[in-house]
């Protein structure tokens, strides 16, 4: 029970990565709300100690945030982490992206960034707390295909970088995480893939993945270290890129 009793919000929790960190945290004891577009309101799960609480929420507007975390708050009583893990990621090369398909994904990616942290800075500001942003390696090395994603989640990076140093004197704790994880959105589009390009994929990963050659498990290879960050272990880290891909991006 590595996070008994902690008191944690996860957006994005209704599905896929979200809803394995969910599932781990609960496990370790924690009280958990999950905010996501596509949750049923105010559904509850509990298992042993932790518990978890979910509501709808689009952390692209200002006012279903405010909303979301007050609600949030009310039910733990408190807040001590924050793990933002909604994001869109659509396809598209440079030269085909409309203004409307680049603000949306700005709009959720960076702007839902931005009013998640600041409402979770208002509530830890006095006693402290654990930030921790979805990043993505395409905000590092770039993605072909995903210019805005990439771009998107650059900023997102920036951002966890600066309100690190900024939110420290207060005891917050701001990191990003970069993961490769198998999702099931991931396993949609290999389902797309003929058996050519499929072979050709599965090579391509293999060779840019230096630990077992494919994207890992959320359960095993992500929801352990989100455990470890929202925990006490984690108090003198801050203003970091964790990189959990198997070893596809090395950063010096």
Wanted: charged share 20%.
């Amino acid at each position: 029970m590595q996070l008994a009793g902690k008191r944690i919000i996860v957006t994005g929790g209704a599905r896929g990565i979200g809803a394995a960190i969910v599932e781990a945290y609960i496990s370790e004891g924690a009280h958990v709300i999950s905010l996501d577009v596509g949750t049923s309101q105010e559904s509850v799960t509990d298992k042993e100690s932790g518990w978890m609480k979910s509501r709808i929420c689009d952390i692209s507007d200002s006012q279903s945030v405010d909303e979301a975390f007050d609600w949030a708050t009310e039910q733990l009583a408190g807040l001590d982490v924050l793990v933002n893990a909604a994001g869109i990621a659509p396809n598209a090369t440079a030269d085909e992206i409309t203004l409307d398909e680049w603000e949306k994904v700005f709009a959720v990616n960076t702007r839902g960034t931005f009013l998640t942290n600041r409402a979770a800075f208002e509530r830890m500001r006095q006693d402290g707390g654990r930030i921790i942003n979805f990043a993505s390696a395409a905000g590092v090395g770039g993605q072909p295909g995903k210019a805005h994603y990439a771009a998107s989640k650059g900023a997102v990076l920036a951002w966890t970088r600066t309100v690190a140093r900024e939110w420290g004197p207060h005891g917050i704790t701001v990191n990003a995480i970069a993961p490769a994880i198998w999702t099931p959105m991931y396993e949609a589009t290999r389902a797309s893939m003929s058996e050519a390009q499929l072979k050709q994929h599965d090579a391509f990963m293999a060779s840019q993945i230096p630990l077992g050659g494919r994207l890992g498990d959320a359960t095993q290879d992500l929801a352990p270290v989100l455990v470890f960050l929202a925990g006490e272990g984690s108090r003198f880290v801050t203003g970091q890129t964790l990189m959990i891909d198997g070893g596809m991006l090395m950063l010096s």
